[in-house]
Nanobody, 120 residues
C-alpha cells in the first residue's frame, strides 16, 4: 500500500530555514504528481506547493512564493520542501500528499506529517 514518511520538521526561529523530506513507497513514485500540505492548530488543511511527476512543473500558494521550494528525485522516491525565511504563521503539521495523476498533484493520500514550529 501507499506509504509516505515525512521528516525534517522542528522548532526554528522566525527567519530560519528547514528542509522537509518525504520518502514514498508502495507505488510508482515517478508516475504521480506530489504536493505538500499543512494544517495549523484549529484550522483546515492548506495546500502549500505541488510538483508534477516529470518536467519540473511546480506550483505554490501565493504566500509561499519566493520562500519555499518543492523538488523531487524520482530515482530516490523522495520529495522535499525547502522552507526559507520562515514566519510564525508557517507553523503546523506538514504532510506530503500523493496526487491522482502525473500532472494532478492533488490527492487524498498523505503521510503522518512532521511538525514545524516557528517561534522565538
Amino acid at each position: 500500500q501507499v506509504q509516505l514518511v515525512e521528516s525534517g520538521g522542528g522548532l526554528v526561529q522566525p527567519g530560519g530555514s528547514l528542509r522537509l523530506s518525504c520518502v514514498a513507497s508502495g507505488f510508482t513514485f515517478s508516475n504521480y504528481g506530489m504536493s505538500w500540505v499543512r494544517q495549523a492548530p484549529g484550522k483546515g488543511r492548506e495546500w502549500v506547493a505541488g510538483i508534477a511527476s516529470v518536467g519540473g512543473v511546480k506550483g505554490y500558494k501565493e504566500s509561499m512564493k519566493g520562500r519555499f521550494t518543492i523538488s523531487r528525485d524520482n530515482a530516490e522516491n523522495t520529495l522535499w520542501l525547502q522552507m526559507n525565511n520562515l514566519k510564525p504563521e508557517d507553523s503546523g503539521v506538514y504532510f506530503c500528499e500523493k496526487g491522482i495523476s502525473d500532472t494532478n498533484w492533488l490527492g487524498d493520500e498523505r503521510g503522518q506529517g512532521t511538525q514545524v514550529t516557528v517561534s522565538s
